[in-house]
Nanobody
């Protein structure tokens, strides 16, 4: 069983920073790509940042230059550093990660974390 747990959300003033973490636990062979999503009230989850197992990153235009995704494969963690936060960044933030479960069959698993609330006050 693979579990993903986000942490680091909270309340911050406009212009402030937060660092989110996504930790994978359980038994698996290796982590693969991870993405950060956010969901506004009444909306769907939107992908805005991704990182491959090798560290290549990609961002949506509205967070490019403000957010940075990184990973520590030794700790099975992916981070999201969010700077210059704006009230419109207020949302529930989720990580979605893929792992390879075993080295022989190379079966893959995709899972979601439980989400963490980020609120940016004006």
């Amino acid at each position: 069983q693979v579990q993903l747990v986000e942490s680091g959300g909270g309340l911050v003033q406009s212009g402030g920073s937060l660092r989110l973490s996504c930790a994978a636990s359980g038994t698996f062979f290796r982590p693969n790509a991870t993405g950060w999503y956010r969901q506004y009230p009444g909306g769907e989850r939107e992908l805005f940042a991704t990182i491959t197992s090798g560290g290549s990153t990609n961002y949506a235009d509205d967070v490019k230059g403000r957010f940075a995704i990184s990973r520590d494969n030794a700790k099975n963690k992916v981070y999201l550093q969010m700077n210059t936060l704006k009230p419109e960044d207020t949302a529930v933030y989720y990580c979605k990660a893929e792992v390879t479960l075993d080295s022989i069959w190379r079966k893959r698993y995709n899972g979601w974390g439980q989400g963490t609330q980020v609120t940016v006050s004006s």
